[in-house]
T-cell receptor, first 113, second 111 residues
Framework: DGGITQSPKYLFRKEGQNVTLSCEQNLNHDAMYWYRQDPGQGLRLIYYSQIVNDFQKGDIAEGYSVSREKKESFPLTVTSAQKNPTAFYLC????????????FGPGTRLTVT | DAKTTQPTSMDCAEGRAANLPCNHSTISGNEYVYWYRQIHSQGPQYIIHGLKNNETNEMASLIITEDRKSSTLILPHATLRDTAVYYCIVRDSFGNEKLTFGTGTRLTIIP
């Protein structure tokens, strides 16, 4: 089945630790995205990548890092510099530029204590 | 991207048509109107999008006013599974990948 997978569904970490969230797609999409969602809020863009080996900061990139070494993979690292890392993280992909819809994964709920 | 305004919440009886309004008075000529929905604790799901003309697919219909300053998403026969937060988003088509999600409309389908 084609789609986007994120793992794990729930993730718990201690404050001060870096953590990497996985995002894989087999849709052959060029563009991939990471969003953050806080309770009762809409989604905010962290990073996006339009092509392999290239990515751009979104609205709230501070404290996060990404890589795009393969077309199908776009991992997100939440570093210890991120002041409020506890949130619901969503990965998405799309065919590319212009008016293409984005397909979302099921999300990873990260809790940092 | 232009901003959108949606009601915070709405109720609709099961089996009836759900009409979700969205105002986007500052929309520009190259911006599309997109609708997504998010069922609790899941990733958003694309529903439909349009530029000027009304659009229909297997999920919903999108009615855009002639001046393009507002639109309505119509779910023709709402079911309990349509209970979700619905987001109206405007986005240009020229290389801007960003989707700006507001807080959306929480639609509750009543049995």
């Amino acid at each position: 089945d084609g789609g986007i997978t994120q793992s794990p569904k729930y993730l718990f970490r201690k404050e001060g630790q870096n953590v990497t969230l996985s995002c894989e797609q087999n849709l052959n999409h060029d563009a991939m995205y990471w969003y953050r969602q806080d309770p009762g809020q809409g989604l905010r863009l962290i990073y996006y990548s339009q092509i392999v080996n290239d990515f751009q900061k979104g609205d709230i990139a501070e404290g996060y890092s990404v890589s795009r070494e393969k077309k199908e993979s776009f991992p997100l690292t939440v570093t210890s510099a991120q002041k409020n890392p506890t949130a619901f993280y969503l990965c998405a992909s799309s065919m590319g530029t212009e008016s293409y819809e984005q397909y979302f994964g099921p999300g990873t709920r990260l809790t940092v204590t | 991207d232009a901003k959108t305004t949606q009601p915070t919440s709405m109720d609709c009886a099961e089996g009836r048509a759900a009409n979700l309004p969205c105002n986007h008075s500052t929309i520009s000529g190259n911006e599309y109107v997109y609708w997504y929905r998010q069922i609790h604790s899941q990733g958003p799901q694309y529903i439909i999008h349009g530029l000027k003309n009304n659009e229909t697919n297997e999920m919903a219909s999108l009615i855009i006013t002639e001046d393009r300053k507002s639109s309505t998403l119509i779910l023709p026969h709402a079911t309990l599974r349509d209970t979700a937060v619905y987001y109206c988003i405007v986005r240009d088509s020229f290389g801007n990948e960003k989707l700006t999600f507001g807080t959306g409309t929480r639609l509750t389908i009543i049995p």
